[in-house]
């Protein structure tokens, strides 16, 4: 099975950056693509990026676009989310996921890392 560990959430300000890694490992058959996810606390889990496996075609939601950028490392099985211009609403856990489709047909989480945006 796939196993998913996110890295690199913390707390930052307002107008910050901050770069997550998800470093994957198992089994990755039927993975066309990878994905990133977040939760507010009272909210539903929102897509955030994806991108695929094969040819490095990246999805955003609108709330991101031209923010954040997805990218993979597929020799590393590593793939990232940079995160610029951050603001107060993008706080929340940041999931890693292993899609089967996109953007929701999630195959496996990763265990989610806080991110904190602080004015």
């Known amino acids: 099975q796939v196993q998913l560990v996110e890295s690199g959430g913390g707390l930052v300000q307002a107008g910050g950056s901050l770069r997550l890694s998800c470093a994957v490992s198992?089994?990755?058959?039927?993975?066309?693509?990878m994905g990133w996810f977040r939760q507010a606390p009272g909210k539903e889990r929102e897509f955030v990026a994806a991108i695929r496996r094969s040819v490095g075609i990246t999805y955003y939601a609108d709330s991101v676009k031209g923010r954040f950028t997805i990218s993979r490392d597929n020799a590393k099985n590593t793939v990232f989310l940079q995160m610029n211009n951050l603001k107060l609403e993008d706080t929340a856990v940041y999931y890693c996921a292993a899609l089967n489709e996109i953007p929701n047909s999630v195959k496996t989480w990763g265990q989610g890392t806080q991110v904190t945006v602080s004015s």
């Open positions: 198992g089994q990755t058959f039927g993975v066309i693509a």
